[in-house]
């Protein structure tokens, strides 16, 4: 009989890689830790039925909430990934003071900021920095050089149109409306070195149209960090020109990363002389006495572009959602309008978000926390990995650096806590204080604990200023310009919507 070895070398190499992937697939089905777990055996045995989910399909977590149903409250998602679906699991990897680890896909543009940090050590380090920065007083005190100026702008742009062809008004595009309004927010309040995205001509932010793009690569670059990252530095070597031009979302993150560090270079060489205060002032005066160094130049910069990543289409994603529900449920509207021509009555008077906050805008802060309900922030799989001693959920036990995720998109659709949760109904938030408490507890759009959203304080204050403002100055149309079709979404770390909201403005009389 003839030698295996004497078969030619292709053979050869692809047999011993098809011995290999049956092998590891025989292990990863019968004798993984985890093989106990139950979840389809596709999952078990692959990454990429969990990565065709997310990168071709509509997303995971839409078909989680069935695959709870069928197989129980913890499912193996990937070989080395389990979900869990309650509330009170969520609440265990998540809650403050978590031991469970953050995984980090190596993002080259995100590497050094706090997202990246995966000891809850190295996060409340950073965060030491920077909360004081996001508290609800900080944002109040820049307001009137900040939202007033960039929310004007945006108003007035609708203005011009709400009052063209003889005030029949005429048509906005709300999804990059919307972008660049959050985009240029965000910049001017972290560094004061915005994209001046609201002045473009219909909204049509180059830089911003490249950040929409970026998703789909960044959800795809989670599953294959070193193809993502190889392919980044690659194109990276490429004339500038050409990146602009064939690379639209890196140049944008590009972009970036350039303002960021030329703002942080500046605030080194000019201490104390910025007009305003920045995201890098903590970093760049440290406590001493609190142990407390300056990051490296590539973390404070990485931690600008974290704050445009994670701000910009979260906030509009949520603005468009909440024009959306309320242009389409002619009662909110009018139950809204009513509001807000009691407590504004001058139809242009600016209120800022202080004011919000207080008494005689319950209905508005209703319609808001309902949007972010159903605008889920992150509605997709949150990764943690377990610590050194395992964890056990529902009585399986976990090894240690074993992956574990939760959906937020389950969470705000749980139907014990939200009955009939697809239905946009504000006045599920207008209830006695323990129910109230019992479904915020339950809202997770800015998830919770350790790791929670670090940005709350000024996505609200961009919320109810921006919902507050435009419905009273504007009569908005969305019917005939926007279908429920174009608002379905695919989870690509964000809700990114199958087509784009727009409505026709009007300036309203009174
Ligand atoms: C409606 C708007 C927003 C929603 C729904 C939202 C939601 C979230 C969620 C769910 C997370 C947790 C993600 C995770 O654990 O992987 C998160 C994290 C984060 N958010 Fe927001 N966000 C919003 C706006 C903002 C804004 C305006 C900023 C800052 C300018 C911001 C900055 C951040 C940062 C830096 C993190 C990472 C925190 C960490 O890793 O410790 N977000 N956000």
């Avoid at 993502?228 to 004339?239: E, K």
């Avoid at 939760?406 to 009939?420: A, E």
């Avoid at 403002?469 to 979404?489: P, S, Y």
Wanted: hydrophobic share 40%; charged share 20%.
């Amino acid at each position: 009989m003839q030698s295996i070895l004497s078969l030619p070398y292709p053979i050869l190499i692809v047999a011993a890689f098809v011995t290999y992937v049956i092998l590891k697939t025989v292990y990863r089905l019968f004798f993984h830790p985890l093989a106990k777990i139950p979840g389809p055996k596709l999952a078990a045995a692959t990454t990429l039925w969990n990565a065709h989910y997310d990168i071709n399909a509509s997303g995971l977590c839409k078909i989680l909430p069935e695959l709870h149903k069928k197989y129980g409250p913890i499912i193996r998602i990937q070989p080395n990934e389990v979900h869990v679906a309650e509330l009170e699991s969520f609440n265990q990897v998540f809650r403050v003071g978590t031991p469970f680890e953050r995984v980090w896909h190596n993002n080259p543009f995100l590497t050094g900021s706090l997202q990246s940090k995966e000891t809850l050590q190295e996060t409340k380090k950073r965060r030491e920095f920077l909360s004081p920065f996001f508290s609800k007083s900080a944002i109040l005190k820049v307001e009137p050089f900040l939202h007033a100026q960039k929310l004007s702008l945006f108003l007035s742009t609708l203005q011009k149109t709400a009052m063209s062809s003889n005030g029949d008004g005429g048509l906005i595009d709300f999804f990059l409306g919307f972008r660049c309004l959050t985009a240029d927010t965000i910049m001017d309040y972290c560094f004061q070195q915005d994209l001046n995205a609201l002045a473009e001509p219909e909204f049509k932010s180059p830089t911003v149209q490249a950040f929409i793009e970026g998703f789909d690569l960044a959800i795809a670059g989670t599953f294959f960090p070193t193809l993502f990252n190889t392919m980044s530095s690659l194109i990276m070597l490429l004339p500038e020109r050409v990146r602009e031009a064939q690379f639209a979302p890196l140049y944008g993150f590009e972009t970036m990363q350039r303002l960021s560090r030329e703002r942080v270079l500046w605030l080194r060489a000019n201490p104390g002389k910025s007009k305003m205060p920045t995201l890098f002032d903590g970093m760049l005066a440290p406590d001493e006495k609190k142990g407390q160094v300056t990051p490296p130049l590539g973390d404070m910069v990485a931690e600008g572009c974290l704050m445009i990543a994670a701000g910009t289409d979260t906030t509009a994603n949520a603005l468009g959602l909440l024009l959306w529900h309320v242009t389409q449920n002619e009662q909110v509207q009018r139950r809204l309008l009513e509001e807000l021509r009691r407590e504004i009555p001058n139809r242009d008077d600016m209120v800022d978000s202080g004011a919000l906050d207080g008494p005689g805008f319950e209905y508005l802060r209703a319609v808001v926390k309902e949007g972010l309900r159903l605008a889920f922030g992150v509605p997709g799989r949150i990764i943690r990995r377990t610590p050194k001693e395992g964890a056990t959920f529902h009585g399986l036990y976990l090894p240690a650096k074993t992956q574990i995720s939760s959906c937020i998109y389950l969470q705000n659709l749980d139907p014990v806590t939200f009955p009939n949760p697809t239905e946009y109904d504000p006045d599920r938030w207008l209830c006695d204080a323990e129910t109230f408490k019992l479904r915020d507890r339950q809202m997770l759009s800015f998830s919770r604990g350790s790791r929670g959203c670090i940005g709350i304080n000024l996505a609200l204050a961009t919320l109810h200023l921006t919902v507050a403002h435009l419905f009273r100055r504007f009569e908005i149309t969305t019917t005939g310009h926007t279908t429920a079709r174009d608002m379905e979404w695919n989870d690509r770390f964000v809700p990114v919507t199958l087509g784009r909201i727009k409505g026709h403005v009007r300036m309203r009389k009174d």
